[in-house]
Every structure is written in C-alpha cells, then in structure tokens.
C-alpha cells in the first residue's frame, strides 16, 4: 500500500508499505478513505517531536472504513464507518478513568498515531485499543464534515472546555490557523459574551469575518488597546493561545485581566519564558498541555444537528499519489490554504 513516510529528519517520502495486520485482539484494521495534513506533521519533520520514529508513516487525522477488528472489539465492526482518534487510550488506567486520557498509561497511549506507530496518511492504518478510538460517524453525516473530529475538533473542543467560560465572559482566541477556527466553533457552543480572534494574516481574519460575523477580529499589532476597549474589566476574562509562538505566548497573559484563565493550546517549537516578576499580581491560572480526546461521540452528535460544521476549513483537496504538492502548499501557505484533504 502506499504510506507517507518520515525517512529521516527533514525529509517525507511516499513509499510502498506492507498493508498493516492486527497485532493484539483490540486492534482494528481501518481502509482510510479520507486523510489530512496538520501542522504537528510539520513538527515531525522539523525534528520539535523527539518522540517521532523515522520509518513511521506520518498522518494522526482520518476517516476511514473498519476492515477488519480483533476479537476483543465490541464497539465497531467491519463495514464501519469511523473516525480515528488522535490519541491511544486504554481506558482502564488512573489517567483515562479520570478523563485524561492523553496521559494514558498503555505503552501505546497519548499520540501514537504517525508519531511513535504508523499513522493514516495511507491506504490502511492500524488503529490500537479500537473500542476507545474509532467513533461511528453517524448515519448523513460525510467523510468531511467528520475529518476533523479525531484531531482538530478534539483540541477545540478540550480547550473550550478546560478553560471555564462563563456567559458573562470575553474570551481571546490568539491565532485564525485550523486550530484556532476549530477552537472558536467550540467555545461559540459555550455563549459567552464576547469573543476576540487575533491573527497577524488579513485574510485569516477575512476568513472569520465572513463565516463568524457576530465575532471580533483584530491583529495583533493593534491587540492590547482592542482587548482594553472590548472587555469589562481591563484585559480578557479567558485567553486561548493557539498560535505557538514566542510572542503569543507573551500575549496571552498581557491580554489576561487579573485572575483570568490562560489556556495554552499551541505545541511550541522552543521553550518559552514564563516571566513571574512581569506578571506578579495578576493571579492568572495557567491551563497546558495536550488534548484529551475523548469527546468525538459528542462532537459528531453536534455535527449532525447542525452546530459545528469545518467542512469550509477544506480549502483544498488531493489524491494520496499527490501528497507531496499537498505538503508543499500547506507548509508554505499558499493559495490561501487552511486545511488540506487527502483522498486515500
């Protein structure tokens, strides 16, 4: 079958692999009909996951069709259609019982998938612990309008609802990219007074503008005296960084009125400078760390009443055999690209 592949530091190549079997009876074998490309991807490449494997086929977020299950799955069969979740989780462990399932304990647990194991930028994709990662798509809803729901909606909808928002609340979105507009349909579902999105791209701000008019737009040179002037209390009551950057970051917390929540959303390329002194006295609570993706039954369920639709964030779409030109305009941001589709 056909694979992308992290061959080594800086380079993908797309190779022929042997199709994946079942390895343990709680795995399931998922024929990938629909794939897309994220900028963790780009991490991997850049060498920030030291995690990565070369050899591994890269790609964490998928639709697809169960081709074949272990005896030990009892929540999907073959014929299924599902989606992949981003992360592995055994949902026996401390950390899954709790809900943070992106700390599972299971060799396999957290991201694994086009990380440490074989992801689905490919025809196939073994997907570990199936009954806890594969969620039916229900019946009308189509492969695009759930390709996001494993990954990008997982994030959005775990920040929104890590980060405490209240109807009264002025919620800072820092970054128009996928993640950040998937992160914004999320905290819309919570109704809080007003949102801010920021972003230094015009047109990704022109992009929000167009589908999200009751929300405000500004870039961040203009940042501090727009969130003064837009919030009730002298900065923003919920901040989320999905940008990752070094001055995003720093934005985030001067955005924050005084015990407000900082919810970082971003996976940086360095380490980033907390600087308490700066900061003292404004009391923030600082909320990180990587999805917990087990809300996709929930979001596919909201999908088909209406309420979320991503399908506008697939501005472009291509065959597997054409990944590399895929690659190549999502990483260098042309044409106007937000996310790409890729037809396995």
Known sequence: MLAYTYTAPGKFELCEKPKPVLLDDRDAIVKVTLASICTS???IKHGSVPRAVPGITV???????VEQVGAAVTTVRPGDRVTVNVETFCGECFFCQNGWVNNCTDPDGGWALGCRIDGGQAEYVRVPHADQGLD???DGVTDRQALFVGDLLATGYWAAQISEIKPQDTVLIL?????????????LLKHPKRIIVCDPDVQRLDFVRRHYPDV???STENLAEFVRANSDHGGADTVLEVAGSATSFRMAWESARPNAIV???ALYDQPQILPLPDMYGKNLTFKTGGVDGCNCAETLRLIKQGKIDTTPLITHTFPLR???????LFENRQDGVIKVAIEC
């Open 41 to 43: 991807d780009l991490h």
């Open 59 to 65: 790609g964490h977020e998928m639709v697809g069709i």
């Open 136 to 138: 039916k798509i229900p």
């Open 175 to 187: 970054g128009a990219g996928p993640t950040g507009l998937c992160t914004l349909q999320c905290v």
């Open 216 to 218: 405000l737009t500004v």
């Open 263 to 265: 919810t970082v959303v």
């Open 322 to 328: 054409e990944i590399e030109a895929a690659y190549a």
